[in-house]
């Protein structure tokens, strides 16, 4: 299966007068194509900091990112950014929806800002909110719809340029155990419906049922056993 994201002797230190973190400590790991895997971990074992990494938000301390064997951080800004709006989807805790915009105008944004015309903008989005459930709420505003709703906006948000990889930060954090499961039950529909490679960061245990892989980190050290 082929290897979409690769993080080689990741490292992140942060470094002040007088501390010295090590939030990520020499982490290997192979995204494959079209897996659907969890990266679980406590509070502070550094999670976040991994996906904002791999998802190319912020820079390793030492060692590299590869998209298909290539190095990511030899790009320029510029090209970082726009392979971060086409390749990876995010999704965060807090959704970080629009209030002023529709729930169709918060789906349409990845697309007008990646130059697609607000018609195919429009229809594409409208395409992918049919698909999770939400074709009714699409005049909705996010203040007018559950937190269920707005995760469920938030993901199609992060699939709608179709991207190879998306990374999830605790995406089910504030929600409960019910609309949580039905949350990761969608995003693992959407995983094989469109082949596209999940990572979500959470602590939440009983989301390892859904896993094709489940990696642990402690410490900042990626490890095979549990925290």
Not at 36 to 46: D, E, H, P, Y
Not at 63 to 74: A, D, M, P, S, W
Not at 114 to 121: D, H, M, N, Q, T
Request: charged fraction near 25%; aromatic fraction near 8%; proline fraction near 2%.
């Amino acid at each position: 299966m082929e290897t979409v994201i690769e993080a080689v002797n990741l490292w992140k230190v942060y470094e002040t007068e007088t501390d010295r973190v090590e939030a990520l400590r020499g982490i290997n790991l192979k995204l494959k194509k079209g897996e659907f895997s969890l990266l679980m971990g406590a509070s502070g074992s550094g999670k976040s900091t991994l996906l904002h990494i791999l998802g190319t938000l912020d820079k390793p301390t030492k060692g590299e990112v590869l998209y298909k064997g290539k190095n990511l951080f030899q790009l320029k800004d510029r090209e970082l950014a726009i392979f971060r709006n086409k390749k990876i989807g995010f999704v965060f805790q807090f959704h970080y929806l629009i209030n002023e915009l529709t729930i169709l105008e918060n789906v349409m944004v990845p697309l007008l800002l990646s130059g697609v015309g607000k018609l195919e903008a429009r229809e594409r989005a409208m395409e992918l909110l049919h698909v999770i459930g939400l074709g009714h709420r699409l005049s909705h505003r996010p203040f007018e719809i559950s937190g269920g709703e707005k995760q469920r906006v938030a993901i199609a948000r992060a699939l709608v340029n179709s991207p190879e990889v998306v990374l999830a930060d605790e995406p089910t954090g504030n929600l409960d155990t019910e609309t949580a499961t039905s949350v990761v039950t969608l995003m693992q529909k959407l995983n094989r419906k469109f082949g596209i490679t999940f990572l979500i960061a959470t602590h939440n245990r009983e989301l390892e049922k859904f896993a094709d892989n489940v990696y642990f980190i402690k410490d900042g050290i990626l490890t095979n056993k549990t925290y």
